[in-house]
């Protein structure tokens, strides 16, 4: 088996994957595209111990790890996800991070300035 079938695919995946990671706005896309990445590396690990012959298997015993990696990240991730959305009720990234910003603002704005206090309890 040549090497370049593996690879060109495991690149395709992998570019894929960051195209929506870059161009999603909504946050499962996202932890979805990003697991397509982890995959682009597992084949590469893979089809690399294959026709490196390793006797020991080094790069599938990586893959496992990077499983186990990916399913703790997606699992943590969608908790994150699925909590966001019930408090804000978007899962937009773009407006996660505006509503961010604005609130940070508004409990400033809400805030009276410390003069402010000691002229109203005076």
């Known amino acids: 088996m040549h090497l370049a079938y593996p690879a060109v695919l495991s690149v395709l995946l992998f570019c894929t994957g960051l195209y ?4 999603r706005r909504n946050a499962i896309l996202v ?3 990003v697991e397509l990445m982890l995959n682009a590396v597992n084949l590469n690990l893979v089809a690399f111990d294959v026709w490196l012959r390793d006797t020991l298997h080094t790069g599938q015993a990586l893959t496992l790890f990077t499983i186990a990696i990916a399913a703790a990240e997606i699992g943590i991730g969608l908790a994150i996800v699925l909590m966001v959305y019930r408090n804000r009720g978007t899962s937009d990234i773009d407006k996660l991070r505006d509503t961010a910003e604005g609130a940070i603002g508004a409990e400033e704005a809400d805030e009276p ?4 206090k000691a002229e109203a309890t005076a």
Request: hydrophobic share 65%.
């Open 31 to 33: 932890l979805m595209s």
């Open 20 to 23: 929506g990671v870059l161009a």
């Open 113 to 116: 300035a410390p003069a402010e």
